[in-house]
C-alpha cells in the first residue's frame, strides 16, 4: 500500500493507494512544527476509524514547505519501515524533462502535476492549479514541464484585501447570482470571482497565443470545481491530479 503525501503551503493530503485506485484521502493543516509521532497518531485514528488496517510499505512526498519534509521522512522510517520518495530530490526520478532556465527550482507540486497530467491527457496542456497560489503551467507534447504562471492565491488576495482596508469583511468565495453587486459583500464576492475568471480566461489565452498550437486546460486544486462554473476554458477539472502524479512517481522510482 502507498502513502502520499501532498504538502501544500496551507493544507497536507495524505492518500492511501493500493496500485489501483485511490483508497482513502484525508487532510491536515499544515504545521510546520507537528512532530513524526503527531502525524501517526493522527493518521492511525482515521486508518482505524476508516477500518482502513493497510500495510503501507511504501511512502512519497511532494512538498512545497521544505521544513516540514524532515518530520515525514521520520514517519516513514520510524512507523512504517521505508525511505520515501521525496519529489525534488536529486536522486527522485519524474519520468519528464524540465525545461527551464539553469539553476531555476520548480515546485514539487508543480512537477507533479505535470506528470499526472500527461499521462491521463497528452501534451500541450495547460495546468491551472487553485491554492495558495493560483498557477498555471505549460505541459509539453512530450510531456515536458515548460514553465508558467504564478499569481496570488483566491484566499490570499482576500486575506489581502480585508488587512488593507479595515472597513471590509471577511468573505466566503462563492459564485455570485450577478456581476453588480447591491452590497458590501455581493460587491467583494462579485470582484473576486469574476476577477479570477477573467485572470483564467486571460492568461490561458495569452499562453496559447504565444505557443501557437490547441492546448487543453486541466483545472485543480480544491477551487477549481466553483471556477469551473463560470468559464468554458476550464475544459476538464481533475482534483486528484496530484494524488495521480504521485502514485506515477513512486511506481517509476520503485521499478
Known sequence: ????????NTNTVFALHDGTELV????????QER????????????????????????????????RVVYNLRVLSDRYFSCRPHVVGKPDVKIGVPV??????????????NTVGAHDKYGGNLIVVDFGTATTFDVVGEDGAY?????????????????????????????KPNSVIGTNTVACMQSGVYW???????????????????????????GLSTLFAQGTNV??????????????????????
Request: charged fraction near 20%; glycine fraction near 8%.
Open 1 to 8: 500500500m502507498l502513502l502520499a503525501i501532498d504538502v501544500g
Open 195 to 221: 476577477g479570477y475568471i477573467g485572470l483564467i480566461e486571460g492568461i490561458c489565452a495569452r499562453i496559447r497565443e504565444e505557443r501557437g498550437v490547441p492546448m487543453k486546460v486541466i483545472g485543480t486544486g
Open 234 to 255: 476550464l475544459e476538464i477539472v481533475d482534483t486528484e491530479l496530484t494524488i495521480h502524479g504521485l502514485v506515477l512517481i513512486d511506481r517509476l522510482n520503485r521499478e
Open 99 to 112: 525545461r527551464v532556465d539553469p539553476t531555476t527550482s520548480v515546485g514539487a507540486d508543480r512537477l507533479v
Open 146 to 174: 515548460e514553465g508558467g504562471v504564478i499569481s496570488p492565491g483566491v484566499n490570499l488576495s482576500l486575506k489581502a484585501l480585508h488587512d488593507a482596508a479595515a472597513a471590509l469583511p471577511h468573505i466566503d468565495v462563492s
Open 35 to 66: 512532530t513524526a509521532d503527531e502525524y501517526f497518531v493522527w493518521l492511525q485514528q482515521l486508518m482505524d476509524f476508516h477500518e482502513k488496517q493497510a500495510e503501507i510499505n511504501s511512502v512519497v512526498i511532494s512538498s512545497v514547505v521544505p
Open 24 to 31: 482513502a484521502q484525508w487532510r491536515c493543516a499544515t504545521e
